[in-house]
């Protein structure tokens, strides 16, 4: 679906005389890129939106209803009949699916936190079994994680102003921090090594002994 038409068969015609009926509901809607072009922004610019991670897509109930939907309508030989067997299966669509995913979505938040909302997790920590981390790099990477953590938490109130200390930080998380997270896969991935077959490349290169030694100073670029 393109922005536009996001805009004009969605967003205007349902969902903004939908918000100016209920003026203190908050919309959500998650990054794909007909919800953030700038035309549904600015379609949406009078409506108080719920910031989402890059990539927890998971996290809408709505995609579980998606996926629900798709399993049960099978294979359909026309758009009417799409569309009238999805109508269908909408009527008939239990309400403890919706209270169970409801439900869950404390749970699922944890996880999104414990992820460090996908895109640090899964960008930030991407390939560190194989890093080796400075003391500067941890530093500088434990910074960032204090960052992305107090806009999740928030602040304390205390004497007039939000404060919250690394301590009381990682008490809220409950969960190591990111470069233990990283020390962790490191061994882990050190595991899955030592484990694997010896004709493995990977295998080999481990077991390998480097021959000679290399000269000092920075190698020459050719």
Known sequence: MIAQRYVC???????????????EAIF????????TARVSQYCLRSVTTLPWPARSLD?????????????RVGHPTSLNELEAGLQQIWNEMSQDIL????GSMPDRIALCIRARGGSTGSVLTYACETWSLSR??????SIYERKILRS????IQENGTLRRSNLELYRSYKESDIVNFVKIQ???WAGNVIRINDDRTTKKVFNAQPIGT?????SNLK
Do not use: A, C
């Open 9 to 23: 068969d969605i967003l205007q015609p349902h969902v903004l005389p939908l918000m100016q009926r209920l003026p």
């Open 28 to 35: 959500q809607q998650d990054n794909s890129r007909p919800h």
């Open 59 to 71: 996290l809408s109930p709505m995609e579980h209803i998606w996926d629900h939907l798709g399993r």
């Open 99 to 102: 209270h169970n995913l409801y």
């Open 136 to 141: 500067t790099d941890e530093h500088l990477m």
């Open 152 to 155: 999740i938490f928030g602040g």
């Open 186 to 188: 490191r061994i882990k």
């Open 214 to 218: 290399r000269r000092k100073g920075r």
